[in-house]
Every structure is written in C-alpha cells, then in structure tokens.
C-alpha cells in the first residue's frame, strides 16, 4: 500500500493506493502555507487515517523541485521554499517519499491509464489557470532539473499574426519574462487576449460560449489564440516526438476549442499525422493522486 498525496495551496488531497486505477477513498485537509511543522503533521495525520503504514508516499504537487539542489519552490506554499522537501519528509515520515510537478503526474497518469495509454512517448498539456505539461517516454518521466516539460514560458508571443493589422503586446508574464504562453494563451490570458482585441472584460467561459455562437469578435481572439498556440506545440511535439497529446486544465473542457487546436496545430509538425494528436485528457478525475500513484510504484530508475 501506498500513500499519495495532491497537494495544492487551499487543500491537500490524500488517498491509498495499490495501483494507478485503485485509488481509494480521499481525504482532504486544508494546506498550511505559512508554517512548515504544521505543513508535515498534516502528511502524518492524513497517513494515519488508512490505518496502516505504507510503503511508500508519493506527492503531486503545484510547484518546482529543482533536482540538483532537491530545494522546492511552490509560490502558492511559501513555507515550502527552501526545503529539499524529498529528503526531508523521507525523514519525518519514515518512509521513502517520491515527489514531482502536479503537471508531471498529469501526464503519468495520460501515459499509463489515460489516453496516452499504448503511446511511447506523450506529451501531456495543461491549458488552464496556467500552461504547462509533462513528457512521458518509455512509460517513464523525464525530468531535467525539475523544469522539463514547462513549455508555458519563453518570450514567443509577441509578433505580428495573420490575422491581426498590428503586433501583438508582450504580455508580461508570472515568471518575469514578458510574452510566454502562460501568459497569452492561459484561461487568463485568453481574458486579456480578448479585452486587447474586442475591448470587452469576458471570462474565458464566455468568450468561448460567445465563439460557439458566431460572435466575430470571440472569433477573432480564438483565432489569434489558435495562430499563438499552435505553433509552439508542434515544435514541441517535433521536439519529443510525441505521438499523442492529452490535453487537462479548464480550457480542455471545451471539445470544440481543443478539435479546433488539433487541427491547426497536425499539419505545421512534420510527420502530419491523419488522427487526432491534441485530445482531451481521459483521467479527468484526480489526475495528480493517479499520476503519483505511478510515480510511487514505478520506483527510481535505479529500482529503488
């Protein structure tokens, strides 16, 4: 049995498991994120409750475990910085504990059970709040410092598209930089995206609802998003050579957006497939317990 954790900044999700589709009964517990002695008696308290110590614990969580250092940073749990959080609660647990980005487990949990099952390598996209993804090859993660896989950011949107008269503002982004993806083509910056081009404050589930139903306006800003989007994740996708990617976050849910993305995105890789390449994701219910589920079974490549 094994103890996997999803771990965000308002709640962390706690389950048994015994294999990445048997997962058990979840518990939630709300996250300290100021005071890291309270963060650690939560895992305590939360591996109590199934009543038998595990042999493993795996975390999925929304932040950054730089490899070299083993330090965390997860900005939305201030008293993580710092930590070598492996080595660290590997102690203070008593078992061997496994973690990695929650967009890393997301794609685990494609590649194994998901729609990326049967696929060598995939390539997992999370297009919500934020953009980012993991990559799967081999059944197993790859990892280069804790940041392979964060597509989200690079200075690639500022230019002048097809279907706009000007360029593009660089959108500044989270991490600094100034015209990411994350910064253009998240749920947010779909919003902002939208507001440039239309001059309308919109959700993005409205400017979506509105592009279903013809408004020109919501038509121009999707395309615009599509001519940003695309471009990069088949650069990405040549990059890998992902043969399928499964797409999770908020904007996954709208079938049509992501039909629409497939399609722009098959005929700029080079091997042009005829089937669908970007698809909704299958484990569209706690994709980061499954994906830690895996992480935990499968061990390090060393077998340990």
């Given amino acids: 049995m094994i103890v996997c954790f999803d771990i965000g900044g308002s709640a962390i999700k706690a389950a048994a498991a015994s294999a990445p589709d048997q997962i058990g009964e979840i518990l939630r517990h709300p996250t300290p994120t100021h005071d890291y002695a309270a963060f650690v008696q939560v895992l305590r308290e939360a591996m109590a409750g199934f009543g038998e110590a595990p042999e493993k614990v795996a975390i ?59 696929h060598d390598v995939v390539f997992g996209a999370i297009m919500g709040t934020g953009i980012g993804g993991g990559l799967v090859a081999g059944g197993r993660l790859v990892t280069t410092q804790g940041y392979a896989g964060e597509w989200g950011h690079g200075p690639v949107a500022p230019r002048l598209l097809t279907c706009l008269d000007a360029p593009l503002p660089a959108f500044r982004c989270g991490c600094g930089l100034n015209g990411c993806l994350d910064a253009v083509c998240s749920a947010r910056g779909l919003e902002k995206l939208h507001r440039h081009l239309a001059g309308v404050d919109k959700s993005s589930i409205d400017i979506l609802a509105a592009w279903h139903a013809g408004d020109a306006g919501a038509a121009l800003t999707v395309r615009a998003w599509l001519e940003i989007l695309s471009g990069p994740l088949a650069m990405v996708i040549n990059l890998t050579g992902a043969t399928i990617v499964p797409v999770g976050g908020g904007l996954s849910n709208d079938a049509g957006l992501m039909a629409a993305l497939d399609a722009a995105t098959r005929p700029l890789t080079l091997s042009k497939p005829q089937d669908p390449l970007v698809v909704q994701a299958a484990c569209r219910t706690e994709p980061g317990l499954i994906g830690a589920a895996v992480l935990a079974l499968q061990g390090d490549a060393d077998g340990a």
């Fill in 60 to 118: 999925s969580i929304a932040g950054i475990t730089d490899r070299v250092t083993g330090e965390a940073l997860v900005a939305n749990i201030p008293c993580l910085a710092g930590h070598r959080l492996e080595a660290e609660l590997t102690e203070a647990l008593g078992v061997p504990v496994r973690i990695a980005n929650d967009a890393d487990c997301f794609a685990l949990a494609e590649a194994t059970v998901g729609a990326g099952r049967g």
